[in-house]
């Protein structure tokens, strides 16, 4: 015996209404639309980027600024350029004599504190997509703690090294004017991963809705 019309109609409407999204669905998709990690570490190195070059910015007008100061400071090159050098191309004179076993000339001064520079801001932008991940703090406070920690871990790294000395036989105010170049570097990491953080997620969502 054949079930009548309506029941076989109504049936087909039941399943019809299955294979369509709800409207719930469409505004909250489950799948896709939340960051990946290796999308979250990609925005963290490009926030890292724009970090180093705030952070860079701050550092030569504080540099211009404290010359005009002080027009009478001694600008005579001292015999040896690497006593003057920047801590990270010191850095890169010990990797490449000590692990490469190569000489670095000086000449090469200039060229590994702007690569060591940039490298070192570009490598802690996915450390802080990483660590505030699931955080419901601000961005200005994740900004500012990220850069005190970055701050402080430059201490705790070149410290041991020989490269600085304890933070407390540095002057007050040229370990606040150190500072300060951090705050500004976290506080451009924080606000660039999450401004492509938002621009990221109307496009998976996007794509979650399609598929």
């Known amino acids: 015996m054949f079930p009548p019309r309506r029941r ?14 709800s409207d719930m669905d469409c505004a909250h998709p489950q799948a896709g639309a939340s960051p990946t990690p290796l999308g979250a570490v990609v925005r963290g190195a490009i926030a890292g980027v724009v970090g180093t070059a705030l952070m860079t910015g701050w550092q030569t007008l504080a540099a211009k600024l404290q010359h005009s100061s002080e027009p009478g400071a ?19 004179k010990r990797i490449g004599e ?11 001064i200039p060229l590994l504190s702007n690569a060591m520079h940039w490298a ?7 450390v802080y997509a990483i660590a505030t991940s699931g955080h419901s703090t601000t961005t200005a406070r994740r900004g500012l703690a990220f850069g ?10 070149l410290v041991p090294m020989g490269l600085y000395d304890p933070p407390w ?20 990491v924080a606000a ?13 969502t996007l794509q979650a809705v399609s598929s």
Not at 148 to 157: C, T
């Open 148 to 157: 005190v920690a970055v701050w402080a871990m430059s201490y705790a790294q």
């Open 169 to 188: 036989k540095y002057p007050p105010q040229e370990l606040a004017l150190d500072l300060s170049y951090h705050l500004v570097y976290g506080l451009g």
């Open 74 to 92: 001694d600008t005579a090159t001292p015999p040896d350029p690497w006593e003057q050098a920047s801590a990270p191309a010191k850095v890169a």
């Open 98 to 108: 000590g692990v490469f076993e190569r000489d670095v000339p000086a000449s090469l």
């Open 120 to 126: 070192y801001g570009t490598g802690w932008g996915p």
């Open 8 to 21: 076989l109609e109504r049936g087909r409407s039941r399943v019809k209404r299955q294979r369509l999204p």
């Open 192 to 204: 660039t991963f999450k401004a492509t953080t938002t621009l990221e997620m109307p496009r998976r």
